[in-house]
């Protein structure tokens, strides 16, 4: 009854509203597949507490989103909204992350609140997508204005100066005190008719992909008179050609919500302050983005051997049970899918280590092998840059020793030499299986960026080509993989294909429940990336397809 009344009190206009309660046998995909083929549906909004087969969610906010935005209010977003709902009858929570990512890749438009998706809503179904982030702002009243632009730059929106050719034609009419950069404040003194011209100006500029009005009433007699000017600069403004660029107004006036401006042809949404309008309009410039993207492409690679990875992880349960693989069989899974792993050879005696050194040539690395040390660098289960035999035998006996005081005997696979890989930028990725949207591809930089900064980005699988772009280009670690302060850049071609092939393993091998790839070492552009370490974590898996699938 609130949301009804919520849409009476905005002019929305609902062509259907369904509220389920404990869902028994319609779900919000049915309700997805009507409102698409509905004509008299425009725009979806939903309010969610939990997903019944969350991969098909996604197949269906793909294709429908092409034609109808969806916008979603989610809760249970924090842990507290998570025990909620999952007391809630009959409710499945997945985690706030993985949602985020389904989302952002499905194309569906996030909310935060239930005011804020009517907000998006109201702005999707009046007016028309915008063409770009170029947004021009007019107003009476500096303050209102400034906020306007904070607003915007948070939304991801640009608000930038207008051009020496439309700053001129603005100050034909507008006051000399007037601002004519961007944002534009016509000033109390200006009247109806300035703003009127100041409206048309700017939404006909080449430079603008929309406009925010947004009007102060100073004389409140005036204020008929000043809506009426509104009205007809936006009405001059379609009327000479701009009529693909959305408007949006703020109206800081009157009592409770501010009623949408009626033109002849359209509806002109109302927002009470300036960041209502800004938020709204950024998450429709996001959508628009997205919408005019091409279709992404899921790479295929003829090296993987999948059923190989398989039969690996089916003796491990078969032989170990649940829980992390060896280091021979961490290598022979990362093979069977082409990944990078640092040439290294396991050594069970002071002489095999030092004859492993000598084929992969110094220096290198020895590491303690036992599934049940997965963190040996915090143990001091590892030694670095070993040059000579006799540093690696030295280094073996030391190694195997301080494992001996860590786990028994029978828990030690030996002792694994490697080579070192030196330069590059050192990168993190991981798969995490959630059990509702099942696996997870994160990627960040390694080291503290990943556990202390929280510098990590998620998809859920299986990639396509933009999604690993996006997993690359989205962590505030992007300068380092660009190249920082002379720094080589990283060949971000490779971590790409890494990425994909990551992608392909944790779907293909449904009893890997995580992957830890960490540290992986992204070498200048053409040489690839190397694996310095990987971990593999395994539990049966009985029912993930039909989970995902069914």
């Known amino acids: 009854m609130a949301i009804l009344q919520l849409a009476i009190d905005r002019r929305v206009g609902l062509s259907s509203f369904v509220s389920v309660g404990n869902k028994a046998d319609v779900s919000s995909n049915d309700l997805l597949e009507y409102w698409e083929a509905d004509p008299e549906t425009a725009v979806i909004p939903l309010y969610l507490e939990s997903f019944g087969n969350p991969r098909r969610f996604a197949r269906l906010a793909r294709r429908i989103g092409r034609n109808k935005p969806i916008v979603a209010v989610k809760a249970g977003r924090t842990r507290a909204g998570t025990r909620a709902a999952g007391s809630h009858p009959a409710a499945l929570t997945a985690s706030d992350i993985a949602v985020d990512a389904l989302f952002h890749q499905a194309g569906v438009i996030r909310a935060d609140t239930i005011d804020e998706m009517f907000d998006i809503a109201t702005c999707l179904e009046a007016q028309p997508l915008p063409p770009g982030r170029r947004v021009a702002i007019v107003t009476n009243a500096g303050g209102p204005g400034l906020l306007a632009v904070d607003a915007c730059e948070a939304a991801g929106l640009t608000v930038a100066p207008f051009s020496d050719a439309t700053r001129a034609r603005l100050a034909e009419f507008l006051p000399p005190e007037a601002g004519v950069r961007n944002p534009i404040d016509t000033v109390a003194s200006a009247g109806p008719a300035a703003y009127r011209r100041a409206i048309e100006t700017t939404l006909t500029a080449d430079e603008t992909d929309a406009l925010i009005v947004i009007y102060t009433p100073v004389d409140p007699r005036a204020s008929g008179e000043t809506l009426e000017a509104i009205r007809d600069g936006i009405g001059a403004g379609r009327r000479?050609?701009?009529?693909?660029?959305?408007?949006?107004?703020?109206?800081?006036?009157?009592?409770?919500?501010?009623?949408?401006?009626?033109?002849?042809?359209?509806?002109?949404?109302?927002?009470?302050?300036?960041?209502?309008?800004?938020?709204?309009?950024?998450?429709?410039?996001?959508?628009?983005?997205?919408?005019?993207?091409?279709?992404?492409?899921?790479?295929?690679?003829?090296?993987?051997?999948?059923?190989?990875?398989?039969?690996?992880?089916?003796?491990?349960?078969?032989?170990?049970?649940?829980?992390?693989?060896?280091?021979?069989?961490?290598?022979?899974?990362?093979g069977a899918f082409g990944l990078p792993l640092a040439a290294g050879m396991l050594a069970h005696s002071a002489e095999d280590a030092a004859a492993a050194a000598c084929v992969i040539g110094f220096p290198v690395a020895a590491k303690l092998a036992s599934r049940r040390v997965p963190h040996k660098t915090d143990v001091g289960a590892v030694q670095l840059n070993l040059a000579s035999e006799a540093a690696v035998r030295r280094a073996f006996a030391e190694v195997l020793a301080r494992g001996r005081t860590l786990v028994p005997e029978a828990d030690i696979d030996g002792v694994l030499i490697q080579s070192m890989v030196t330069g590059g930028v050192e990168t993190r990725i991981g798969v995490a299986d959630d059990p509702l949207f099942g696996p997870l591809v994160a990627f960040g930089l390694g080291g503290i960026h990943v556990e202390v900064l929280g510098d990590v980005r998620f998809r859920v699988t299986p990639l396509t080509d933009r999604d690993a772009d996006e997993l690359l280009h989205e962590i505030r670690g992007l300068p380092l993989l660009l190249g920082y302060r002379g720094h080589q850049p990283a060949d971000l071609d490779a971590l790409r294909e890494l990425l994909m092939r990551v992608s392909r393993l944790a779907v293909e091998v449904p009893d890997i429940v995580e992957l830890d790839l960490n540290p992986v070492m992204a070498l200048s552009p053409g040489k690839g990336c190397r694996i310095v370490d990987a971990r593999v974590k395994v539990r049966a898996s009985i029912t993930r397809a039909a989970r995902i699938d069914g």
């Open 240 to 334: 000479a050609g701009a009529t693909g660029k959305p408007v949006l107004a703020c109206l800081m006036a009157g009592d409770g919500r501010p009623l949408p401006l009626d033109l002849q042809s359209e509806r002109i949404p109302a927002y009470a302050f300036p960041e209502n309008a800004a938020r709204a309009l950024g998450r429709a410039v996001d959508y628009a983005t997205w919408r005019a993207q091409p279709p992404a492409l899921s790479w295929s690679f003829e090296d993987i051997r999948a059923d190989d990875a398989r039969a690996v992880c089916r003796h491990a349960l078969e032989t170990a049970g649940d829980g992390w693989l060896a280091s021979d069989e961490v290598s022979a899974v990362l």
